[in-house]
């Protein structure tokens, strides 16, 4: 069964820190993606990599930062966080075009 | 650019009721559609898809077909259940240098009562 992990269900941070969301997948997909999630405005796409090492700005990008070192790793950073970032997170792999989701970590910056 | 445009919600139903969930998109080229489904607390889960004009994706006993004519791939079921309550994305997905990045609606909450 295919799957899509991430590392923390819930986070709690302070305005400042910096965070690491890491994502892993088991089904040796090329394409990866992190989105946030907010009511009212469905799933935006924050980055995603098409290949190791390999990364394309979404259409949210700003204070975000996104790294790809093993092909099954996919970790999304945020180099200050801010109050704003507060969100929901989920990170996808695709084969072809169907996507499959983690669970998404809910992150709270105060 | 590419979009999707499906119903706000939230839509609310009883048990055993027929379910229609309208989705409109506008693309170039030939896009593959999507139906996407969350349940409370989890990530979104593939519920079915089609892949070209006239095609029929159905599981769990709904039903979305691709209309080219209309742009439109509204989801439906005949007779809802209490577990059926969730959020519903339409997608769509088109290939663009040889990567694959999909475009999702907002979101339609269901809720269904017993």
């Known amino acids: 069964d295919v799957k899509v992990t991430q590392s923390s269900r819930y986070l709690v941070k302070r305005t400042g820190e910096k965070v690491f969301l890491e994502c892993v997948q088991d089904?040796?997909?090329?394409?990866m993606f992190w989105y946030r999630q907010d009511p009212g405005l469905g799933l935006r796409l924050i980055y995603f990599s098409y290949d190791v090492k390999m990364k394309e700005k979404g259409d949210i990008p700003e204070g975000y930062s996104v790294s790809r070192e093993k092909k099954e790793r996919f970790s999304l950073i945020l180099e200050s966080a801010s109050t704003n970032q507060t969100s929901m997170y989920l990170c996808?792999?695709?084969?072809?075009?169907?996507?499959?989701f983690g669970p998404g970590t809910r992150l709270t910056v105060l | 650019g590419n979009s999707v445009t499906q119903m706000e919600g939230p839509v609310t139903l009883s048990e055993e009721a027929f379910l229609t969930i309208n989705c409109t998109y506008t693309a170039t080229g030939y896009p593959s559609l999507f139906w996407y489904v969350q349940y409370p607390g989890e990530g979104l889960q593939l519920l079915l898809k089609?892949?070209?004009?006239?095609d029929k994706g159905s599981n769990k006993g709904f039903e979305a077909t691709y209309r080219k004519e209309t742009t439109s791939f509204h989801l439906e079921k005949g007779s809802v259940q209490v577990s059926d309550s969730a959020v519903y994305f339409c997608a769509l997905g088109t290939s663009s240098g040889g990567s694959y990045i999909p475009t999702f609606g907002r979101g339609t909450s269901l809720i269904v009562h017993p």
């Open positions: 089609a892949t070209k004009a006239d």
């Open positions: 996808a792999s695709s084969s072809r075009n169907t996507q499959y």
């Open positions: 089904m040796d997909h090329e394409n």
